[in-house]
């Protein structure tokens, strides 16, 4: 048995709307996937009833792979940080922030931690190494082999399946995966996923995206980002504006059996000699992305700049150095 939290917003979805555009392709808006307000409840099941249970979130629902503070009571009030902080310690009980105070993993006990696959971003080279090893799962094997034997859910992205309902044509969708995997200790979720992510990198599973600052964001096949308790999972059946439907079948939780991951054990810290070849490949990968990432950086202070000196009444000259140190940091 596992423990996790399950919430609720109030006013409003906690989902995407995804939309067709007039060109035909499809537009997914996250804009809602924040929580001010709702209720958090603590629910304990086992990884087959997990499944289960995200197969049937509505879209005003979502989960969170921690539990609640013991000393809560398992229903209670979600509000935001700023809320709770004018209450100046006399919130009650019965009303939490949804942060690492209140609802994380606790240590020792086993849990779920999320293994969120995305192919935002991913060059050629990726792909054509994960379609050699057979797909995802087969490239995270590679990875980590002692996955093999561990219980999990493996479920499709949010988009998958969807379908024009006046044509029944299909559309394409995102090919993303969750899967959950049953670990030992969840307290260890946060290093076993960065050090997954290192080692992908090790077996050429990973790269780089330039953001919108001309920054470098690391990406794998493995999101090292979703590893606190407390963050949200979402779940939920997509908001679709009409002709958009989905097969909701295309998502139903696939459950495994098996045994539990010794993430200690099992995802070692990098040795000095890995440390310098992940150090290598990720130099590699910033060279290829360097054209784009001053073509990129410029357009953006270029932009930035512009509406900086009309809004501050400062020359663009002026302007253009506080967005270029904004850039760095």
Not at 293 to 300: K, N, S
Request: glycine residues 8%.
């Amino acid at each position: 048995m596992i423990e996790i939290t399950h919430l609720a917003k109030t006013g409003g979805p906690l989902t995407k709307r995804i939309t067709l555009a007039d060109d035909g392709s499809i537009k997914s808006d996250g804009s809602a996937c924040v929580m001010g307000r709702g209720t958090a409840h603590r629910v304990r099941l086992s990884v087959a009833e997990f499944g289960e249970l995200i197969a049937s979130r509505k879209p005003h629902e979502a989960v969170a792979l921690g539990s609640l503070r013991p000393d809560l009571p398992d229903s209670v009030q979600v509000t935001t940080q700023d809320r709770l902080a004018t209450l100046n310690g006399s919130a009650p009980s019965g009303l939490i922030a949804r942060d690492a105070d209140h609802i994380f993993y606790r240590s020792g006990q086993p849990a779920l931690v999320l293994l969120d696959y995305d192919t935002k971003g991913m060059p050629r080279s990726v792909q054509a190494a994960i379609d050699e090893l057979g797909g995802f799962e087969s490239a995270l094997l590679r990875v980590l082999p002692e996955l093999a034997t561990v219980a999990r859910v493996v479920r499709r992205s949010t988009s998958a399946g969807l379908y024009h309902a006046d044509t029944g044509a299909a559309l394409p969708g995102s090919n993303g995966l969750h899967v959950f995997v049953l670990v030992e200790d969840g307290a260890d979720a946060e290093r076993f996923l960065k050090t997954l992510d290192e080692r992908c990198w090790l077996h050429n599973l990973g790269w780089m995206m330039v953001g919108a600052g001309g920054q470098l964001l690391n990406r794998s096949i493995v999101d090292r980002m979703v590893g606190r308790g407390e963050r949200l999972v979402f779940e939920g059946a997509p908001v679709l504006d009409p002709p958009l439907a989905q097969d909701k079948e295309s998502r139903t939780p696939v459950v495994t059996d098996g045994t539990v991951l010794d993430t200690v054990a099992a995802c070692t810290p990098l040795t000095i000699v890995e440390q310098a070849r992940l150090k290598e490949l990720r130099s590699k990968e910033a060279n290829r992305l360097a054209p784009e990432r001053a073509h990129e950086r410029e357009r953006f202070i270029a932009e930035r700049a512009e509406r900086l000196a009309k809004r501050a009444n400062l020359t663009v000259p002026a302007a253009r150095r506080i967005v270029a140190r904004q850039c760095e940091g």
